[in-house]
């Protein structure tokens, strides 16, 4: 394929798409070092997770929040098939956690927030996680930790086709469509989704301390939307980047238990464009970054006549420039502009948001590389509001080759979103932002033999933080209000382990993932105050994945089990959810041709048909299927390699 049509067909989508997105991770040019980017070179002593490139593949017609809540310790809070899904680090809130698209924030505006279901795993070919207080990298939001999806270019691949359909229970289907070229100048990805599913599965539930059964009603899911990623390499030393992102939702609210029907719907459309200049000069690459997001939501009730129409609109500029002082000195200098805008009947007027943020990143590695540190300082600044000054620094040392260690320290902030400020009836336009710190130490080890016929890696980590000014809705004389009221203690421990085992032609994985989590009101919120050194409520103290994969020639199985402890639903503990466990299993088979690939899988969830409740009054399906099979076709130019 010439290159002149692939940049022809960039130029096209560019017009007619109406969205962009861009890419944040450092890519390979001719002439050029490869260097690390703010997610790992300034990071030292957080903890890091690059989720793993076959369970991804595993995931490819599932979204977002089935990935994390299986591959992660993160707690996923998810309203039912379908339907909402945050997320939660270390007993943070789900708007304490920043959420990355190529290395910009699209965290919602109005509520800080990101739902996870409508996320496809299929848009985003490199998932990495940041643990921890981040925010001196990221800015406003990255309290518990921060997610990055992003979409890094494939050059000389040559041109491949890949289709995929899936379908299974509750009446679902997904189809998958992935065109995909790259020569040495030129990398272009456009990815089609759609899915549907009625979502009418039948569940369990007490009654009075008796197990009654009922079917899911009114729960309705459709999605459908594209991602394109263009990559382009202008000169040896200039690479550009220009992505598009577009999807559209619509979907039903089901009722809860508590209800007797519901008639809400939600209609949900996003649009998101982002651009990246990449320009290396001697000792020095510069980035300039570019995004514009639109949000739109439509929620109809026609048992409340409600029909309310909401939109945000996002636009974002930076530019940050990394400077090689010496072999082992690195210095990255940054300015960040932020401009968002709201518009929704929940609001007495169109509030709008400009922040600039001033930041900066040291990094020094010895020349043995065993010593790694980092330090990173920002600032925001947003007229007529004090933002804390924010900074981070860590260290990581290799003990021996299989043994090293880490800790880190961070302050950290997190505004209060449109919502908090603005919502009519209850909005507090004096919130303060949240702030706190937060710590954290660890040791990995990584541990293999010769032939790496066994290898183990096991990851714990301890950490601490505190957090002011925690902004909680209270009931007030007539209405809600949210308040700086809550100060809130988290601490815990995590564990990573992975054994890999080759016997023959057989590869053993065994991975296991804990989290121990206490996380406590500390500061009375009102006379009698019963919450006063108790869990907060939806944070388990205990939860944990396993996984055990075998693979044999074309051949797969994977087991992944799944424990969440006690919620408590009450502030006082009176009330709570009973622990779940979930077993999954995933049976792929694979072959492999000259330009062909052909993958046939069948997955089964709750293979235990476990009763179980994530969220209060919010039924989740018993033992259900999904079966799917992906066709990839590739062929390399020579020409163009």
């Not at 993160?74 to 039912?80: E, P, Q, R, T």
């Not at 009625?198 to 899911?221: C, L, M, P, T, W």
């Not at 805008?341 to 929940?346: D, I, L, P």
């Not at 989290?515 to 409520?537: A, F, P």
Request: net charge positive; hydrophobic share 35%.
């Amino acid at each position: 394929m010439n290159d002149k049509i692939v940049l022809l067909f960039i130029l096209f989508s560019t017009c007619s798409a109406t969205v962009v997105c861009q890419e944040d991770s450092t890519h390979l040019l001719s002439g050029v070092t490869v260097q690390a980017d703010r997610i790992t070179q300034f990071s030292s002593g957080v903890k890091l997770l690059l989720l793993d490139s076959v369970a991804m593949f595993q995931y490819k017609n599932r979204s977002m929040a089935d990935l994390l809540s299986d591959e992660s310790p993160i707690c996923i809070k998810s309203y039912g098939q379908g339907s909402l899904a945050t997320s939660s680090f270390r007993g943070g809130s789900a708007s304490q956690t920043a959420i990355l698209w190529n290395g910009l924030n699209i965290n919602s505006i109005t509520n800080g927030q990101l739902d996870f279901s409508l996320i496809p795993v299929s848009f985003s070919n490199n998932v990495t996680i940041q643990f921890g207080g981040v925010g001196a990298l990221w800015g406003n939001g990255a309290i518990g930790g921060a997610i990055h999806l992003n979409n890094t270019p494939k050059f000389n691949s040559g041109l491949s086709v890949e289709y995929g359909i899936s379908g299974g229970s509750f009446h679902s289907i997904g189809q998958n469509i992935t065109l995909q070229y790259g020569s040495k100048r030129v990398s272009s990805t456009f990815t089609y989704q759609n899915k549907y599913a009625a979502n009418d599965f039948d569940y369990e539930f007490y009654n009075q301390g008796v197990i009654q059964s009922k079917n899911q009603e009114r729960a309705e899911f459709r999605s459908i939307g594209f991602v394109n990623n263009n990559s382009i390499q202008i000169t040896k030393n200039q690479l550009l980047n220009i992505s598009f992102w577009s999807q559209k939702t619509e979907r039903n609210l089901p009722p809860t238990l508590l209800e007797q029907r519901n008639k809400a719907e939600q209609n949900d459309l996003s649009n998101r464009f982002s651009a990246d200049w990449k320009y290396n000069y001697k000792n020095s690459i510069t980035h300039l970054r570019a995004g514009y997001f639109n949000e739109q939501l439509h929620y109809i009730d026609s048992l409340s006549n409600t029909n309310d129409t909401s939109s945000s609109n996002t636009f974002i500029a930076e530019i940050e420039t990394k400077l090689f002082l010496k072999k082992n000195h690195t210095l990255n200098l940054g300015i960040n502009n932020t401009y968002s805008s709201a518009k929704t009947s929940g609001y007495d007027w169109n509030p709008n948001q400009n922040r600039t943020s001033l930041f900066a990143s040291y990094q020094f590695e010895n020349n043995s590389k065993k010593l790694n540190i980092s330090t990173s300082i920002r600032q925001e600044f947003i007229p007529n509001l004090s933002i804390p000054f924010t900074y981070s620094a860590g260290i990581e040392y290799q003990i021996w080759s299989f043994l090293s260690t880490k800790a880190n320290m961070s302050r950290l902030y997190r505004l209060p979103t449109f919502n908090d400020l603005y919502w009519n009836p209850g909005g507090n336009p004096n919130l303060l932002p949240e702030n706190g710190y937060s710590e954290e130490v660890g040791i990995a080890l990584n541990y293999g033999t010769k032939k790496n016929s066994l290898r183990f890696k096991e990851e714990i980590t301890l950490f601490n933080r505190t957090i002011d000014n925690w902004i909680v809705w209270l009931p007030g004389s007539l209405i809600w209000t949210p308040q700086n009221i809550l100060s809130v203690w988290s601490r815990g421990l995590e564990t990573h382990s992975v054994l890999n085992l080759k016997v023959k032609k057989t590869n053993i994985q065994l991975a296991l993932l804990t989290s121990y989590v206490i996380s406590t009101n500390e500061k009375s919120k009102s006379e009698n105050d019963n919450s006063v050194g108790k869990q907060l409520i939806f944070v388990p103290i205990y939860s944990g994945n396993a996984r055990l994969k075998i693979e044999y020639k074309s051949f797969s199985i994977t087991y992944r089990h799944h424990y969440t402890g006690y919620r408590y639903i009450s502030t006082d503990h009176s009330e709570y959810l009973a622990p779940y466990q979930l077993g999954s299993v995933n049976v792929n088979y694979q072959q492999k041709f000259k330009n062909y690939f052909l993958n046939l899988y069948t997955q089964i969830d709750n293979i235990w048909d476990e009763l179980y409740q994530i969220m209060p009054n919010r039924p989740m399906p018993n033992r259900n299927f999904n079966i799917g099979i992906t066709f990839n076709f590739n062929y390399k130019n020579k020409q163009n390699l």
